[in-house]
């Protein structure tokens, strides 16, 4: 059974706190920075806010997508994860602090293993889908999370 992973990392221009602010928040944050090319329909079914929390959402990758997660932190404040029970899926959005604080490093990685034939092609496949979806969510997150930091500057 072949074990699927896909991540992207970028720097974010804005610290660890904000920006894992904007992820952990399923009501305002996270929804502000999926690009809407791919994304659709954010629900918080749930809590909303890290751990706890319960969405459902689409994502259009070549077809629409009808997924529902809930949300661990493994390292809260660090490390957050969703999970995806329909299909084993677990993606994980990690924040490092990046150049001395004033910035971070954001990974997302999707991860899963599937049986047989079809197993196989999304090994193949789905890093060819998902990163250009990952990389389009890091640009969002970093202009959000730039966006975030210029409303906090006195003035």
Known sequence: MPLIQVSSSAEV?????????LIADYRVG???ILPPKYF?????????????????????LG????LQAYVTEPEPGRQL?????DS????????DPANAGRHSLVTIATSYTKAGL???FEHWLMPRYLRPVFAAELQQLDM??????AEQVPG
């Not at 918080?44 to 459902?56: D, H, K, L, N, Q």
């Not at 077809?63 to 009808?66: D, E, G, I, T, V």
Request: aromatic share 10%.
């Open 13 to 21: 221009a804005a610290p660890l706190s904000v920006v894992y602010g």
């Open 30 to 32: 996270h929804p502000s």
């Open 40 to 60: 659709q329909h954010l629900r918080v079914e749930e809590g909303g806010v890290g751990a706890g929390t319960r969405i459902s959402f689409e994502m259009r």
């Open 63 to 66: 077809k629409l997508w009808r």
């Open 81 to 85: 994860c969703e999970h995806y029970p």
């Open 88 to 95: 084993g899926m677990v993606t994980t959005f990690t924040v």
């Open 118 to 120: 079809s197993g196989w």
């Open 144 to 149: 959000i999370a730039r966006a975030r930091m």
